[in-house]
């Protein structure tokens, strides 16, 4: 065969094995973990660490830990992603022993 007979197989092969994963991503849940000094908490349902604030999500055990903090105090705060493309939120709050 000549080359210029397989170069659209052989690309379409390389671009479905190289290409970017579009359809799993899509569906991926994204959330991390942030640690820092609480510097303001809103009645809101805001919480701001380390100089950024975040959303606490409502109705979580989050919501219910906000409750008993307080400014200055060491948390470790756990994000997801919520639906449409929104900020990521507080879905947990674990207070750092000091």
Known sequence: MKL???WPILAVFTIALYGPPNASWAARSVGGRISGEITAISSSGTIKV??????????????????KLSVGQVVELKLERAGGGREPEVVAIAKHAS
């Open 50 to 67: 380390g100089g950024h604030t975040y959303r606490v999500r409502a109705n979580s055990a989050a919501q219910k830990a906000a409750r």
């Open 4 to 6: 210029r007979k397989t």
